[in-house]
């Protein structure tokens, strides 16, 4: 579409300049002028990012009398993209990593949002189309302790009563820093209209999770079976790509990963979509939204949600 519009705007320009011009030779002058002035400008890194620093925050008085509890969070998030493009040969590398934490008044501070992803993409090109020969790799993990807490009950389910000098629950450590942690990689074909559009298929795709041993002590944990640390998958995965803008100033994010184990009920598809909302106030202030689903029936058998909101400070590079 940009490539028309150039086109169109060079050949409307050369009409004005010079009348007598054939049109014919004069539409083939601009549209290799045009191509020259794309591979010009799309040749080589190009990179862009933003950081960004969300706080949210309540407070009531003694007086208050509608309830609430006061509370602070702030969350520090990266967003950030490296592409190279030279002749056929296009390499597409993302970072996305984010950090919160809340803390409610009366209460121990906690995590509340916790990430750290890369994703690279290296394609050939195929044809003079949109598609590619491609090979991806994908590592995340997290960079903090994860706590969930743990009520002590009877054999029929009811709530121990320990005492004053015990508490009837605990906070377990369920997973820490590269644990768990998932590699994804393997060959396909990418279907790449733009940076803000594509779509990789890769039908055979290995994958790799690992998790420190002590979580799997009693028990399997994140798929891992008891007393082992990693387990090896072999399936095919689609991610797909889209931004778009909204309106001016709004801009929007979608990022979606499925995968599907060939050897261990393929049928059931991890699902991992992500949307980050970006509204701009200037160049510095922007509101934004981060959601996020996931579907692991080997971590949880149900939809794993998470969404921050708030107002933050916004550096773009």
Known sequence: MKKIILVLA???????????????????????????????????????GNIVFLFNQSAFNN???????????????????????????????????????????????????????????????????????????NFKTQMD??????????????????????????????????????????????WKKSDNLKVNIAPATSRLIYVHDHFTEFGSAFGVE???????????????????????????ENILNLYSNYLDKPQNVDIDYQMNLVMKINKYISTNVAFQALYDDNARGAFQIREVFGLGVNYGF
């Not at 520090?76 to 984010?98: E, H, M, P, Q, R």
């Not at 029929?156 to 009837?168: A, C, E, R, Y």
């Not at 090896?232 to 001016?248: P, V």
């Open 145 to 190: 302790s994860g706590f969930k807490k743990v009520t002590f009950t009877n054999d029929n389910g009811t709530p121990l009563i320990l005492g004053d000098d015990f508490s009837d629950s605990m906070n377990v450590k369920t997973s820490h820093f590269f644990s768990p942690a998932y590699l994804q990689a393997g060959p396909g074909m990418l």
């Open 226 to 252: 008891q007393g082992k640390s990693s387990r090896f998958e072999f399936g095919a995965a689609i991610n797909g790509y889209y931004k778009l803008n909204l309106m001016e100033n709004i801009s929007m």
């Open 10 to 48: 060079i050949f409307l320009l050369g009409i004005n300049t010079n009348a007598q011009v054939n049109e014919k030779e004069l539409l083939d002058k601009n549209v290799t002028a045009a191509l020259k002035l794309e591979d010009t400008t799309n040749v080589g890194w190009k990179r862009s």
């Open 63 to 137: 007086d208050w009398l509608g309830g609430g509890t006061a509370n602070m969070a702030g969350n520090l998030g990266l967003n950030y993209d490296f592409n190279y493009k030279a002749g056929k040969i296009v390499l597409d590398n993302k970072i996305i990593g984010s950090y919160g934490l809340t803390k409610l008044k009366g209460q121990d501070m906690t995590k509340s949002d916790d990430r750290l992803e890369f994703t690279s993409l290296l394609g050939k090109k195929a044809g003079e189309g949109y598609w590619y020969y491609s090979f991806f790799l």
